[in-house]
T-cell receptor, first 114, second 115 residues
Framework: EPEVTQTPSHQVTQMGQEVILRCVPI?????FYWYRQILGQKVEFLVS????????KSEIFDDQFSVERPDGSNFTLKIRSTKLEDSAMYFC????????????FGPGTRLLVL | AQKITQTQPGMFVQEKEAVTLDCTYD???????LFWYKQPSSGEMIFLIY??????QNATEGRYSLNFQKARKSANLVISASQLGDSAMYFC????????????FGTGTRLTIIP
């Protein structure tokens, strides 16, 4: 069964460093998302991406964040200068074409900023 | 604005018993989708069940069923014959239909199955 994959599974970085989180969505999906979950809290929407551009972003998704689909298969989230409060689990998700389709999540990347 | 409410932060249930996890939602959209996800201690988000706002029947997937009461705006998850492996966090989520289809999540319920 097709699945969303994410790399790395864990990343530890120093405050102020740039990180890139990578996702490979399900191949025929059209809508892509990043969510984050701070430890012990609920999952929060960060950004959605459709037709090679951002379709919506939350207030969390400030200028430090960017997303790219560089090669038609990967979908990346870049945090330019990490802060302590960026420590969280980051999930990538994708959806196919129909509005009624299920949003499938990747296994997540656990980011720890020291 | 959409909102999902899960009022049970934690539940303890005896193995083999049925359990109901509550979820209420608030939306002015006539068309929406409701989801339940399971998050075990390993952290991944596992899709369990989906209910569309126009679906006439309650969704079922194996031991999972969704008690959808549209007038009350509730979408409770029922797990029958609970197993030790059901111990996890459970999140209810709603999708905004028309647009970018993002999910809005509740705060979750931590379910612990007691042997």
């Amino acid at each position: 069964e097709p699945e969303v994959t994410q790399t790395p599974s864990h990343q530890v970085t120093q405050m102020g460093q740039e990180v890139i989180l990578r996702c490979v969505p399900i191949s025929n999906h059209l809508y892509f998302y990043w969510y984050r979950q701070i430890l012990g809290q609920k999952v929060e929407f960060l950004v959605s991406f459709y037709n090679n551009e951002i379709s919506e972003k939350s207030e969390i998704f400030d200028d430090q964040f960017s997303v790219e689909r560089p090669d038609g298969s990967n979908f990346t989230l870049k945090i330019r200068s990490t802060k302590l409060e960026d420590s969280a689990m980051y999930f990538c998700a994708s959806v196919g074409e129909a509005a009624q389709e299920t949003q499938y999540f990747g296994p997540g990347t656990r980011l720890l900023v020291l | 604005a959409q909102k999902i409410t899960q009022t049970q932060p934690g539940m303890f249930v005896q193995e083999k018993e049925a359990v109901t996890l509550d979820c209420t939602y608030d939306t002015s959209d006539p068309s929406y989708g409701l989801f339940w996800y399971k998050q075990p201690s390993s952290g991944e988000m596992i899709f369990l069940i989906y209910q569309g706002s126009y679906d006439q029947q309650n969704a079922t997937e194996g031991r999972y069923s969704l008690n959808f009461q549209k007038a009350r705006k509730s979408a409770n998850l029922v797990i029958s014959a609970s197993q030790l492996g059901d111990s996890a966090m459970y999140f209810c989520a709603m999708r905004e239909v028309g647009g970018n289809e993002k999910l809005t999540f509740g705060t979750g319920t931590r379910l612990t199955i007691i042997p």
